[in-house]
């Protein structure tokens, strides 16, 4: 019988992705730039969480999203009216973005002039999380119509998170069964160290709290 040498490709891939991320990571360190890798389903508000996020930051520092989509272009021309600079990436098919196809899409954004920076990854609770796309910070979003159990369902998106953003909390009276004490212990459980901030990007409740998350974290970066 022959010997044969078994290839873990996906071991593999996984492990340059990691380390061509913290290159990366080195390199947005020596530009000043901050990126936050924005995750979350499809439908759970991530571009206009974005446009209130950019609303009550932008007279303060320079924005830049880059905005990730299997096909079109209909978030980064909102994203554009909101008052940041955007650039839209088209993943051919992929459900995910990794540190190579960061590096690109901050190429061509050209990030010099950019203090912070967002990932608006593709709308996939899977596949993002499992790569490393060299963000300084993960967020999620996960909205209130998803349903609390989704951290049961997702442990690893959850698990990757920096913060995790529960929206459209305006919608609360009308999902009754969804509790927010029981979400937000199924996320420390994953994640101890994981903030959870309850927010409405339509009607702007608890974006303070995010905001303030943001900028501290922006100038303890710029600082170091």
């Not at 209130?144 to 909390?169: A, Q, R």
Request: one cysteine or more.
């Amino acid at each position: 019988m022959e010997d044969y040498k078994v290839i873990e490709v996906k071991q593999s891939i996984f492990e340059d992705n990691d380390a061509d991320a913290e290159k990366l990571r080195g390199e947005l360190k020596a530009q000043k730039t901050f990126l936050v890798n924005l995750m979350s389903a499809p439908g759970s508000g991530k571009t206009t969480t974005l446009c209130q996020t950019i609303s009550r930051l932008k007279d303060e520092m320079q924005i830049g999203v880059m905005e990730a989509d299997i096909d079109s272009d209909v978030d980064a021309a909102t994203i554009q009216k909101a008052g940041a600079r955007a650039i839209q990436i088209h993943t051919g098919g992929m459900c995910h973005l990794d540190a190579d196809m960061t590096r690109q899409g901050l190429r061509e954004f050209g990030t010099e002039e950019l203090d912070l920076v967002f990932l608006e990854n593709v709308g996939n609770l899977v596949c993002p999380a499992e790569f490393d796309t060299g963000s300084l910070k993960n967020a999620m979003i996960l909205s209130v119509p998803e349903g609390d159990d989704k951290p049961l369902k997702y442990p690893l998106m959850f698990s990757v998170c920096d913060v995790v953003l529960i929206n459209k909390c305006d919608t609360l009276p009308v999902f009754t069964e969804f509790s927010k004490e029981a979400v937000e212990e199924r996320i420390h459980k994953l994640n101890p160290n994981a903030k959870v901030i309850f927010v409405s990007a339509k009607t702007g409740d608890g974006f303070d709290e995010w905001v303030d998350w943001l900028r501290g974290q922006v100038n303890s970066f710029v600082n170091e």
